[in-house]
């Protein structure tokens, strides 16, 4: 079994971008810069935002973070965005995901430049990457992606099943993995929250990409030997003993799965990592296209 190490891939995939920004600097160029919107306090939203700006300054990037309070109308947000849009200062920016309720989601995803998306969220990104044109591609299925790509998981021909049909996770995942190429060329089936008998299902796949939310979700007896695991959770489960109050815990088994799995991603470490070394691949991305 071996683990694949999001920790350790996401601070290679760093350090390569560090040397491309030292290369810019050296030539006098622009560094790539990254802003990111937060509306509201949701504590799990601030901490991905702050490792996401400190993320930036690791690598030599320019950051902002523009914190709006959870009362932020609609208006005032797509006045921020088009700010944004407008700054050409700002490389690639992103807002932070869930919303508070007042807000419409799809109408600030449409209000993002396209050019300026490094999430990939935008209808126009979103289909390039369903019609397999370049484009920036969401940052946590890009990281699958590279984690599958570095460690050489084969995915050709083989029955890769998904959990969760999230528009973050679940659903472009789905894409990429039957896209023609590598990592693709699977037999893909998309699970939901109205698939019946799931286990039946899982026991066929070659690589299951699990982004559920429930923690504990994947039991062994779910999977067939040498099963691909990549785990998307991270769930906060209360726990008194720990000394944030709480564990982040994956969709995983992972004491019983990981036994029977020939590769799988641990929480933390595994996936979440990944998703902020490749925005900030996006980021640089998006500097480049702006020259
Ligand atoms: N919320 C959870 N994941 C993400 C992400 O990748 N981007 C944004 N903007 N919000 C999120």
């Given amino acids: 079994m071996t683990i694949l190490d999001g920790k350790k891939t996401s601070n290679d995939i760093k350090n ?25 306090n949701d504590g799990a939203s601030l901490t991905y935002v702050g490792s996401k700006v400190r993320a930036c300054e690791r690598v030599g990037f320019e950051s902002t973070l523009v914190k709006m309070s959870n009362t932020t109308s609609e208006i005032e947000l797509l006045d921020k965005i088009e700010e944004l849009n407008q700054n050409p200062e ?44 370049s484009t920036f591609i ?10 599958l790509d570095r460690y050489g ?27 023609k190429g590598f990592p693709g060329n699977s037999t893909v089936t998309l699970t939901h929250s109205h698939t019946k008998n799931i286990s039946q299902i899982t026991t066929q796949a070659d ?49 019983n799965v990981s036994k029977k799995a020939s590769f799988i991603t641990p929480v933390p470490g595994g996936v979440g990592p990944m998703t902020i070394a490749m925005l900030l691949k996006n980021t640089l991305l998006a500097r480049e296209l702006s020259r």
């Fill in 207 to 255: 690589i299951i990409i699990s982004a559920l939310g429930v923690p504990n979700f994947l039991k062994a007896e779910m999977v067939k030997d040498d099963v691909v695991i990549i785990d998307v959770g991270i769930t906060r489960v209360p726990d008194e003993s720990s000394p944030k109050g709480y564990v982040i815990t994956g969709d995983v088994d992972f004491e």
């Fill in 153 to 179: 998981v084969e995915t050709d021909g083989k029955h890769t099943v998904i959990i969760g049909r999230s528009h973050i996770v679940g659903r472009p995942m789905s894409i990429l993995m039957g896209r």
């Fill in 90 to 133: 700002i490389d690639g920016f992103i807002v932070q995901l869930p919303l508070p309720k007042q807000i419409d989601e799809q109408k600030v995803l449409m209000a993002v430049d396209p050019k300026k998306d490094v999430d990939g969220f935008h209808p126009q990104n979103f289909g390039k990457m369903a019609l397999d044109m």
């Fill in 138 to 147: 969401p940052a946590t299925p890009f990281g699958i992606l590279e984690l």
């Fill in 16 to 40: 390569e971008i560090a040397e491309e920004v030292k290369k810019m600097k050296a030539k006098g160029e622009k560094v790539p810069h990254l802003a990111a919107v937060i509306v509201g």
